[in-house]
Nanobody, 129 residues
Framework: QMQLSESGGGSVEAGGSLKLSCSVA??????LGWFRQAPGKERDAVAS????????FYADSVKGRFTISQDDAKTTLFLQMDRVRPEDTGMYYC????????????????????????WGRGTQVTVSS
């Protein structure tokens, strides 16, 4: 069973940067993603990566500001967050599963249509204005 564990959250001022990490153990996932849940809102995907190809996908709200990546060993997933905004505040989760390329892209282009089976416990990000 795949195990995921996030780290790197914290408080940052608007316009600043933060880098989240997610350790991936017992890896069987074809697709990994970062999700954000703001207070009182649904949990939505902000970025995903189809691992074998390294293809990345982004929600419009973070495109050009956030970068999802993985290390060469594919044991750690990252989310580099630049030019953060107060609306980026929320709990950030990494998640993964053995889903195909189209569904991996669909995590951000057609949210709510695919459920991933493996989740970390999340790390809090707070952006102050």
């Amino acid at each position: 069973q795949m195990q995921l564990s996030e780290s790197g959250g914290g408080s940052v001022e608007a316009g600043g940067s933060l880098k989240l990490s997610c350790s991936v153990a017992l890896d069987t996932a074809m697709c990994l993603g970062w999700f954000r849940q703001a207070p009182g809102k649904e949990r939505d995907a902000v970025a995903s990566i189809y691992r074998n190809l390294g293809t990345t996908f982004y929600a419009d709200s973070v495109k050009g500001r956030f970068t999802i990546s993985q290390d060469d060993a594919k044991t750690t997933l990252f989310l580099q967050m630049d030019r953060v905004r107060p609306e980026d505040t929320g709990m950030y989760y990494c998640a993964g599963d053995r889903i195909n390329y189209g569904r991996c892209e669909g995590l951000v282009t057609n949210p709510g249509t695919t459920n991933l089976g493996y989740w970390g416990r999340g790390t809090q990000v707070t952006v102050s204005s």
